[in-house]
């Protein structure tokens, strides 16, 4: 059973553009939901992050856009850049004794052509 | 600071042999996870240590996988016999004490079963 479903599984932007990606969830237990960026053969990092009581964060050209009535969060790239080409994952963390487990997203594929 | 150290990066085995891979955290990190991520889709929780005891292993098959965390630091884990549906890359995070929401991952493991 998949905890976080995202979309798109990809996306191509032209330079400049903005790249929206989303993800949706069912567990109302979920206290977390961070982004992570993946580049080929890195491993994910963390990229930027949001708790269920804010609708909003913004670090730079990264937002997050959260909707927690519609169990709702979407990650907003202004102005792309070819760097920002990656694979994007959405995660969400549940609370449990002495463990916080993260469930990803099946990610999305990025690509900005210059 | 140094960031979570994997070896090998690659392995490429027969199905019915054995594989061992290891992982050194960042400093200080008391919790360390193992992911597995098959091809195009998001990482999957194979187990949790926090120190040196498990926190959750839920997910990880116990008929051929096992891993250990001696000493509360580096940590490996083993595949045993290997079946060609282990072929992915196999991940490990850490993240510091109390904050386990919060992982940093390592470049990962490709593993290739034939």
């Known amino acids: 059973q998949q905890q976080v479903k995202q979309s798109p599984q990809s996306l191509i932007v032209q330079k400049g553009g903005i790249s929206i990606i989303n993800c949706a969830y069912e567990?109302?237990?979920?206290?977390?939901f961070p982004w992570y960026q993946q580049f080929p053969g890195k491993g994910p990092a963390l990229l930027i992050a949001?708790?269920?009581?804010?609708s909003e964060k913004k670090e730079g050209r990264f937002t997050i856009s959260f909707n927690k009535s519609a169990k709702q969060f979407s990650l907003h790239i202004m102005d792309s850049q070819p760097g920002d080409s990656a694979t994007y994952f959405c995660?969400?963390?549940?609370?449990?004794?002495?463990?916080?487990?993260?469930?990803f997203g099946t990610g999305t594929r990025l690509t900005v052509i210059p | 600071e140094a960031g979570v150290a994997q070896s090998p990066r690659y392995k490429i085995i027969e199905k019915r042999q054995s594989v061992a891979f290891w992982c050194n955290p960042i400093?200080?990190?008391?919790?360390l996870y193992w992911y597995q991520q098959i091809l195009g889709q998001g990482p999957k929780l194979l187990i949790q240590?926090?120190?040196?005891?498990?926190?959750?292993d839920s997910q990880l098959p116990k008929d051929r996988f096992s891993a250990e965390r001696l000493k509360g630091v580096d940590s490996t884990l083993k595949i045993q016999p290997a079946k060609l549906e282990d072929s992915a890359v196999y991940l490990c995070?850490?993240?510091?004490?109390?904050?386990?929401?919060?992982?940093?991952f390592g470049p990962g493991t490709r593993l290739t079963v034939t």
């Open positions: 400093s200080g990190h008391a919790t």
């Open positions: 995660a969400a963390s549940i609370p449990q004794t002495g463990a916080n487990n993260l469930f």
């Open positions: 240590f926090q120190n040196n005891g498990v926190v959750d």
């Open positions: 995070a850490s993240s510091p004490w109390g904050r386990s929401y919060e992982q940093y």
């Open positions: 567990n109302t237990a979920f206290d977390y």
């Open positions: 949001i708790r269920p009581d804010v």
